[in-house]
Structure formats: structure tokens, C-alpha cells
């Protein structure tokens, strides 16, 4: 790869801080080429800064449409495997002919900005935004094939377990798996709950897994949201629920709903033993939101969604990630790419001396990585 289109920004995470005072910050930008930068003033006291360069997603088979986004967490297991801590993965939707539904690979990205396969699956297969890892060592990722790139011949799919060597261990199919969309994991480490949107059935399903050496055992699983406009788009191939974002302390289940251009928190999401329907209405946007699709949270306690441009589009706004409050109030927003269609899955750690946020652009089938120092 071509480590000159690679930067990595360095800012201030203080000056994104809520409340925080008007703040100076430094952007970064490295390359093997040399160094420059640049000073400028963030008064908006938003998580998501300004826009840093990116690197290729692509593997050696030529698969392309980056969906879901995870980060090698410091409790994840490398061994003696291909992955260490810090790495991003990023999982490929699309074949090297750009049919929807056929990607395969799973590509690994170090912080020095190095990219290698981590896992190559047997067709069919089509790796959605449903992407995380689990401290018992394995990853998982979400399964949705199609046998021509479109939605007419889109089956259940499944989620597949893949442990730190990059081997396939496990395939998890049946009634709680529908086309799964997007994923979020809790890890309680004998024990794991998937948060799966399923987008043939508009459903969001949670799954209660054990965990052991050899994988994970489904104890039950239950429909804790439904009702979430699915639909077939030529375009994003389904306009569906699909990201999520889980907040332990109060057991609430934010979800993003293309369809419905929304944003939705379900109440008792790892408890309910019934379908909360759409559940509460917290953020509807018609002029920053464009089709929600991924959902992260920010250090600051915000939300932040990517658009898919499919809904409510707007030329003037393409390709946006949303900064929002879970009170429903817009902070900000900045763009992927110049062109509509670009943004989708996206991911941030926060560690100790710094939170990387990192965000894919499909149109140019690349990763953006910032880099937020405290």
C-alpha cells in the first residue's frame, strides 16, 4: 500500500469535551514524505473534529464496500496470531466485481497504518456492518449474501465466529438471524449478548450466548424491537434498522433506523422478555439526518451516526457523520467524502491517554483513523 495517503491527527480531546471552553488545538498530519501542520479554533465543544487523510481498505482479491469497523481492544487475546492490540478491522460487503453481498474478507490495520488480511471466508458470503470482538478471543461478524448484489435474492444469513488466528470456528443460523445488518456485542466474559438488526424482518434481536474455548453456545434469544421500516434500495441495497449503540448503566438500547430516519432507545433491552415496537423517539432530524446507518458513542457522552444519503437526501450534505446528544440535540457534523453514499461503519476506543475514532468511506473503499490525545 501506499503509506504517503496515510495521517493520523493529533487534537486536543479537551477542547471536545462537553462544556469545555473555547480551546486551541493541533492538527498533525505524518507522512512518510514529511510533516505539517496546522492550528485552528473548535468553539462548538463537539466530539468529531475536523477531516485527516485515510488508507485502503482493499485486500489482494480486490473486495471493496467497507461496512463494519472494530477495534483490537487491550483485553482481546492475540497469542501468537496475526492481530495485535490497537488494530482496526474493518469488514468488505461488496467482491472485487462490487456486487452487494459477496464480500469475503476481513482486512486488519495496524496503528503504524499497515494493512493484511485477517480472514478470507468461502462464498457465499457477504460481511455487514455486524463486526466486534470478545475477550474470550473470538470475533464476530455479521453474514448477509446475496447471489447477484441485490436485495431480491438477499437470504437470513448468519453470524459468523472467527477466533484470533483467523480461522472459522463457528456459524450461528436460525429464526433470531435474519439478514443481520449490524451488531452490538456485550462482553461479559463467560457470557455475551448480541444486539442484532435484522433487516428482512425489521426486527432487532438480542441473543444471550455463553462463552467457552470452542465458542458460543445460544442459551436463548428474543425480539426486543420491531416494527422499523425494511425495504429494498437498488442503491444501499436495505433501508433497515441497523446500527447500535448500548448504555450498561441504564440497560437502554439505542438503535438507527434508515427507513424511519431516526433514532430509537429501547428500555430494558438486556432484560425485556417482550417487543418494546419502535421503542422512544430520540432523534428525528430531517435536516442533519440523510438515512441512519452506523451508531457509536462518543467519549462526551454523545451519539454519532453515519448517513447513507438513501433517505432524505441532501447534495449539499453527503456522506455525513452526525454528532448528536441522547437528549436530541445536533453538535456537529462532518463528511467522508465530497460525494453522496460514502459513510457508514464506524467505531471509537477510548483509552487512557488518547480515544481513536475511526470511521470507513465506502465510495473510496478507505478508513479514516483520528487520533484524539488528551
Known amino acids: 500500500m501506499d503509506f504517503s495517503s496515510f495521517r ?10 462537553v462544556g469545555a471552553p473555547l480551546a486551541a488545538f493541533t ?36 473486495d471493496g464496500n467497507p461496512y463494519g469497523v472494530a477495534f483490537v481492544n ?24 462490487n456486487l452487494q453481498g459477496t464480500g469475503t474478507t476481513i482486512v486488519s490495520i495496524s496503528p503504524s497504518g499497515a494493512q493484511s488480511l485477517f480472514f478470507q471466508g468461502t462464498a457465499p458470503l457477504g460481511l455487514t456492518t455486524a463486526l466486534g470482538t470478545l475477550q474470550a478471543g473470538f470475533i464476530v461478524v455479521g453474514n448477509g449474501p446475496t447471489s447477484d ?7 437470513p444469513g448468519s453470524l459468523l465466529v ?36 435484522n433487516a428482512l424482518n425489521g426486527n432487532v434481536n438480542r441473543l444471550d450466548f455463553a462463552v467457552n474455548p470452542w465458542g458460543l453456545p445460544l442459551l436463548s434469544w428474543q425480539t426486543i424491537a420491531s416494527g422499523y421500516v425494511h425495504q429494498g434500495d437498488p442503491v ?15 440497560d437502554i438500547l439505542y438503535v438507527a433506523s434508515t427507513g424511519d430516519n431516526a433514532v430509537y432507545a429501547i428500555q430494558n433491552a438486556s432484560t425485556r422478555k417482550t417487543s418494546a415496537g419502535l421503542g422512544e423517539l430520540i432523534y428525528k ?22 448517513n447513507n444519503d438513501a433517505i432524505n437526501s441532501d447534495p449539499s450534505q453527503p456522506s455525513e457523520i452526525v454528532e448528536f446528544t441522547i437528549q436530541g440535540q445536533f453538535v456537529k457534523e462532518i463528511a467522508v467524502d465530497p460525494a453522496q ?34
Request: charged residues 10%.
Open 341 to 374: 453514499g460514502g459513510s457508514f461503519g464506524l467505531a471509537v476506543q477510548a483509552g487512557r491517554y488518547s480515544t481513536i475514532f475511526a470511521a470507513v468511506d465506502d465510495n473510496t473503499a478507505s478508513l479514516f483513523r483520528w487520533v484524539l490525545a488528551d
Open 149 to 155: 448484489g441485490t436485495s431480491s435474492t438477499a437470504t
Open 74 to 97: 487491550d483485553n482481546f487475546p492475540v497469542g501468537s496470531g496475526p492481530l495485535q492490540h490497537g488494530d482496526i478491522l474493518v469488514s468488505n460487503f461488496n467482491n472485487s466485481s
Open 8 to 17: 493520523i491527527s493529533q487534537i486536543s480531546r479537551r477542547a471536545f469535551s
Open 27 to 62: 492538527w498533525l498530519a505524518a507522512s512518510t514524505f514529511g510533516l505539517a501542520q496546522q492550528s485552528a479554533l473548535d468553539p462548538d465543544g463537539a466530539f468529531l473534529p475536523a477531516q485527516v487523510w485515510d488508507i485502503s481498505t482493499v485486500p489482494s482479491n480486490g
Open 285 to 306: 432530524d430531517n435536516v442533519h439526518l440523510h438515512g441512519p446507518l452506523g451508531l457509536a458513542w462518543a467519549p462526551n457522552g454523545h451519539l454519532l451516526v453515519a
Open 236 to 250: 444501499a441495497l436495505f433501508d433497515a434498522p441497523t446500527g447500535s449503540a448500548y448504555d450498561p448503566a441504564r
Open 162 to 197: 472467527i477466533n484470533n488466528q483467523g480461522k472459522l470456528v463457528q456459524s450461528i443460523a436460525g429464526p433470531a438471524i435474519d439478514y443481520p445488518w449490524d451488531m452490538t456485542l456485550v462482553d461479559n466474559g463467560r457470557t455475551a449478548i448480541a444486539f442484532v438488526a
